[in-house]
């Protein structure tokens, strides 16, 4: 029966790669290959950091204390990203969470991020954009990696209040503010002296993880790690 679903489903849709439009698979092994791997950088600054962590310098008691980013926003991740957003995100999770995972086992941060006290919490949509869509495409993420990386989800303990309007041309200042209150933490009990993997699908400017790492660590967060598919590394102003 099942493979009889898959065929009528490869009948009506039948599959291209989101990257190139090749006939075959959802994303080609040429397009796959294509993917580059990202710089290390603080996630505070942006400026390089060895280990992914930040600066020491840099460190505020609410900032995030470290990213892992799997690699850079450009063609083919771009597609990816993009095609998330829609209907391919069940076929592109799995690979995505996959890219994420091997970068992951080769930076300093792995015992970190593997180690069973850490909690995965994906970046959360507002209500009213997560029912238009019928989904959170971060959320689908993080249970991906939580599978692979046997680490608890914990999506409702972080929720969006607040529905941000595209962040397209504003400079970092006006981002910032736009950010500001976007998110919440109801029950602060449950984040009490945790390490928190933040998960989302790409970095841009770092305003939206920033600020809910803001509110997690008000909140009671011990460690707060940013874990990102994508990370666009030319700077937006
Ligand atoms: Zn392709
Ligand atoms: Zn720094």
Partial sequence: M?????????????????????????????????????TRICPACERPSIDGMTHPGCRKSTGIDGLVAAVVYQDAVRAVVHAMKYKWVTMLAPIVSQEMLRRMHAHPLEKLLVSKKGVLIPIPLHKSRERARGFNQSEIIARHLGQLLALQVESDMLTRVQATPPQVARSGKERRAAMHGAFAVPHPDRCKGKTVLLVDDVWTTGSTMREAGRVLKRSGALEVIGLVFARSEGRLV
């Fill in 2 to 38: 099942d493979q009889l679903k898959t065929f009528i489903f490869d009948l009506l849709f039948p599959r291209r790669c989101v990257g190139c439009s090749s006939w075959g698979m959802v994303l080609c092994a040429h397009c796959r290959e294509s993917f580059r791997e990202t």
